[in-house]
């Protein structure tokens, strides 16, 4: 198994969704070492907002595509390699403002590339590339949770399923540790307690245990 794993938290030290994602890498490795990770934090390495000349080039045939042009998708290229490298991903990051960080925001901008993550198939159909073995880990400071008074709020997950979905991952695995900030210490506590727990099983299932 090749993992991809990207952190999106704009905090380092004291990070919940960094904090989840590395115990998730560590239970994987405690049963496959030789597990290899590529990671990626976009919080540091940033992919490039889409500008104009990358708006031009992404939909050029890429035999068209003149010099500037490649050199436009030049990144967003390497980013996509990094993506179908990999056989399973390990997407973490926060809830801000009921949605995603804007970091990931443009990851997301840089990997939707037609004819190299997605190809549309003669019946017009959408057919993406990336393999269908994905794990959200997102931290929220409310709890969001259906039947909660900000449960109709959560703008993140439709937009990772709706994303992601496109580029082939039909089943995406979610756990989403909240509340994390605006609650008791009992139920902060309790979230994380219930996050690791959750993890613990999909670790499971992903090595085979
Ligand atoms: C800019 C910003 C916006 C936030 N927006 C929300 C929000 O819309 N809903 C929510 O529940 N928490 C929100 N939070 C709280 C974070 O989601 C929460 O503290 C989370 O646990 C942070 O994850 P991290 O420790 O990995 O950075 C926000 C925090 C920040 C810094």
Redesign the pocket.
Known sequence: MKLFHV?A???RE???????SRHFIDLLKAHKPELEVDYLDVSVDTPAHVDELFTIATYTPEAQRTPAMQQALEASDALCARLLAADAYVF????????M?SSFKAFIDNIVRTNLTYKIGEDGSYVGKMADKALFI???????RPGKP?GG?DALTPALRAAFGFLGVAAPTFVD??????SAAEEREAALVRAKTELAAIAGRWVGT
């Open positions: 952190d938290s704009a905090k004291w990070s919940n969704s960094r904090a989840l973490a990051m926060p809830m801000y403002n009921f949605s960080p997102t931290t929220r400071g409310a709890d969001l900000l709020m540790a909240q509340p994390l900030t605006f």
